[in-house]
């Protein structure tokens, strides 16, 4: 019988995020150090290029895909991937208990992770990693761009990295798939396909034995259906769109796929998807469920105001520098999509919080940390998209041959004055919050304990 509690006890004290061409090295290098239990494979290339590359470990009755970087600045899922690999290929006993044929891959989307990489070696800083973020527009991101035809909405446009979990899906219809998300400030969550209520305590306890905090404010979105606190089903865009019309009476304006739980659904109804959602910062407001100061509705209303206030102040930049931003620019797409639907947003959040009576009790402390502070942490990373676009197109002008000292000018003026900006909030943002930095042996066990409960349990099921 295999000790689970051993092996996430084993867990290094991993003090930075490994890059991707570091995680390539370490998969070829788990497959020629272990060839019976181990092989790599290619099985993609992403928009740039980068082999995407799938460990198979083991060779039991169910299959599991585990894939890392859904976000491209979630890094947490390759610390837990890269040490779950090593332990599957090194111990056969656990490979036999869990009867699972194990495809691993570390990082789904590389191009994007690359341009996360200034901030994986640390400090781990609520500026550094904020002027280091990126996060690509919707349909740009692998986790969201799985096809869809639901009412008006038809999108059948998956991104390369996107095609390749498609095709590994229809192959191998998997048991167990572990999108292995993670969030950036706030506490411990979960979602899962279905309700399978004796996993719950399990994962909560995952994150209690770590001293890591719950998630216990405003659910991600409003919509989520919720099996236990923090634990929440996983979402497709349907559940999306429903939202959106029913509290705008209008057809939703979408651009995105769905997400790949809802694909692997569709290949096998039995096929349980998990997503284990943690912190890099954590503040112990994020579950105080005492009562605040101010109603939910008057909180949700407060969040309006500031997000409202804080992209006129972004849009206020990007005017001035829209002249000179390209096509290829990465950082300004998500911004701009958000500052697309925000109106769209802001006007569903408004009308479901007038659509319950409960929204004029008062708050969870909780509740209140979410809608001011974590939104305000959130709300910085779109910030720091803005400066990094300014940046780019700074650094392009400066590389041509033929010079633009105007735009130049422009530009220069532009950053110093936005990423001042971005220094500044940041440091007001510090003095709000009472945050530490958790450390990523802590996440990394979340984690891999939140795996294992769950494919103990298809094992069990299935056998």
Known sequence: MVNFQTIIDNVPDYNAFLTVNELDKS?????KEFPHAVSIHEVGRSRKGHPIQCLKIGDGSKNALCFAFPHPNEPIGAMTMEYFSFELAKNKELRDELDFTWYIIKCIDPDGARLNENWFKGPFTIHNYTKNFFRPVGYEQVEWTFPIDYKELHFNS????????MKMMEDIKPDFVYSLHNAGFGGAYWY?????????????????????ALSLGEPEAPFVTQFAPAVFQTMGLAQVYDYTETF?????QMDTGTSSADYASRQ??????LLTELPYFFDKRIEDMSEGDMTRKEAINKNIEMNEAHFSIIDGFLKEVRPYITKENPFVKLVDQIMLHEEESNTAKKNWANSDPAFDQKAKVSNIFDNLLTAKFYNGLALGLTVRTIEYELERLKNE??????????????????????????EELERELDYSVIPIQKLVRIQLESGLLVAEYIH????
């Open 158 to 165: 998956p991104l390369p990295e996107t095609k390749a979990l």
């Open 460 to 463: 069990k099921k299935k056998s």
């Open 192 to 212: 899962i396909s279905q309700d399978i209520p004796e996993l719950y305590e399990g994962l909560l306890q995952s994150a209690v034995k770590q001293k890591v």
């Open 268 to 273: 096998s109804e039995d096929c349980v998807t």
């Open 248 to 252: 705008t009476g209008k057809v939703p």
């Open 27 to 31: 998969s070829f290098k788990l497959a």
């Open 401 to 426: 041959d033929s010079k633009n000292p105007e735009g130049i000018s422009l530009l220069e003026d532009q950053h110093d004055k936005s990423a001042a900006l971005l220094k500044s909030f940041c």
